[in-house]
């Protein structure tokens, strides 16, 4: 895993590991309820436990999310949110709380975007990187580029069905962390999170010739699975269960949802 010292996003996992804790990422969609909303709720989320954010851009087509995040895309849409609003939230977001943002984003508008000009606005403003869930490194030359030349990191996802040759791709080409994803199919919460998750992250620790920081997501919502989780990986990566909080309970309630799941993060002695 290459440039790990200039990496933000690692830099504050390792700080979360110093402090006897693992990392605790959130999740939310821009621009809902509204683009103000949101950024204040991204920073309510990073004062409240919140070791990296993840902010996501509405997008027409999420083939990765669940219903609940899906429902606040669509309205974020509806509400006449655009991609250079992107760079407008995470300005102010980097300006009012220390907290690496990584936004995550399907890959389309990135390119109708430009792919050198997104990297170096997301820059500009002060964001830390990308998590790119539907693209590989080997079709991401383009990123895999502008990234260098940035210094921002490149977040990838790695399944459960990857293969050792996938998985290989994915360790080379990630900084900050791996996203690992705990399950097969759409975020959303689960009683229960796949094993399978464990042990996607003990097959990249054996493949890893570097230190390897992996993160879990999907179907995380409990302070209990964001501490099971933390048994075996670095972070926990937990979306919907904030975005009900917001939806339902406001910035207060997202509060309490954030502080109550960073309490997971505690690591036993």
């Not at 669509?74 to 009012?96: K, M, N, P």
């Not at 997104?118 to 383009?142: H, K, N, Q, V, W």
């Amino acid at each position: 895993m290459s440039s790990p010292v200039t990496s933000r996003v690692a830099a504050a996992i390792d700080a979360a590991h110093t402090q006897g804790r693992g990392a605790f990422i959130g999740y939310l969609p821009l621009g809902f309820p509204d683009l103000q909303t949101s950024i204040d709720a991204a920073v309510i989320l990073a004062e409240s436990g919140a070791d990296v954010l993840e902010l996501g851009p509405p997008y027409s087509d999420p083939v990765m999310d669940g219903t609940i995040i899906q429902e606040a895309t669509q309205a974020a849409l509806a509400g006449g949110f655009r991609v250079r609003d992107t760079f407008t939230a995470v300005h102010e977001i980097t300006s009012r709380v220390d907290v690496p943002v990584l936004v995550m984003t399907y890959w389309n508008p990135v390119m109708q975007y430009g792919v050198d000009r997104y990297a170096d606005d997301l820059l500009a403003s002060g964001g830390a990187g990308l998590i790119t869930p539907d693209i590989t490194p080997d079709s991401a030359a383009e990123w895999i580029a502008a990234s260098e030349r940035t210094g921002l990191d490149r977040v990838f996802l790695a399944a459960p069905t990857s293969t050792d040759g996938r998985l290989d791709l994915i360790i080379e080409a990630s900084t900050g962390f791996v996203y690992t994803v705990s399950t097969m199919g759409i975020t959303g919460e689960r009683t229960e999170l796949d094993a399978a998750a464990r042990r996607l992250v003990e097959r990249m620790r054996a493949r890893a010739s570097t230190p390897l920081r992996a993160c879990v997501g999907i179907g995380i919502s409990t302070p209990d699975q964001v501490a099971g989780v933390l048994e075996y990986a670095d972070g926990a990566i937990v979306g919907t269960a904030l975005v009900r909080a917001l939806r339902d309970s406001g910035l207060e309630g997202l509060a309490e949802t954030a502080r109550a799941l960073s309490a997971g993060t505690r690591l036993p002695a």
